[in-house]
């Protein structure tokens, strides 16, 4: 019993338990059946893109990164990991997979990989939050979720590709994890 009761309390507050640092954002306003829009501005990001499908391009863009964070920068410097971890497509056969970069890091130092990118993000997103595994067949479920309940809205629309947006590690529990679906957006 008392190994149950510490695994539910280990578990059932992931984020407080965990203590990785998010991003800062604002919510602009809220819309039906749990979604957010959320502006995000002038947060710093390290980003990779990969020419492969959504599952690899994940998991060689998570290693890329990872790998800037674990020091392969011009300091050698070892970066506190953040989350999200984002992923976006943007063209054919692109897909964009991003870390935030914790907000005390002021300079961060270039990557000696030059496939990795220091940028600004600066966006307003829907925002619709699931709990799950990483499942491509769950996120395109969720997407389209998301869009149903935009496409009702009469303040907002879709403005561009959606984003993956994943909080938790690999070892964490599927049925615990956080993730969520982004929506660029932008006034009607």
Do not use: H
């Not at 507050?13 to 039906?32: F, R």
């Not at 959320?38 to 060689?60: D, F, P, Q």
């Not at 050698?76 to 990991?81: A, D, L, P, T």
């Not at 403005?159 to 009607?188: C, H, K, Q, T």
Request: glycine residues 6%.
């Amino acid at each position: 019993m008392r190994k149950v009761l510490t695994f539910f309390l280990l578990f059932s507050s992931p984020g407080t338990v965990l203590a990785i640092e998010t991003p800062d954002y604002e919510i602009i306003d809220t819309l039906p059946e749990l979604v957010e829009v959320r502006k995000y501005a002038g947060a710093i990001t390290a980003s990779t893109s990969v020419a492969s499908g959504i599952r690899e391009s994940g998991n060689i863009g998570f290693r890329r990164l990872a790998g800037y964070i674990f020091g392969d920068n011009e300091l050698n410097k070892k970066i506190e990991m953040t989350a999200p971890v984002m992923q976006q497509k943007t063209g054919e056969e692109y897909y964009e997979v991003v870390f935030f970069l914790p907000k005390d890091l002021l300079t961060p130092p270039r990557p000696s990989n030059s496939d990795v990118l220091i940028k600004e993000i600066n966006m307003e997103v829907a925002v619709l939050a699931y709990k799950g595994g990483w499942k491509v067949k769950t996120y395109e479920e969720n997407l389209k979720r998301l869009k149903a309940r935009l496409a009702k809205n009469e303040k907002w629309r879709a403005s561009g590709n959606p984003i993956w947006a994943r909080y938790d590690p690999p070892w964490m529990p599927s049925f615990l994890r956080r993730n969520e679906i982004m929506l660029p957006v932008i006034r009607r």
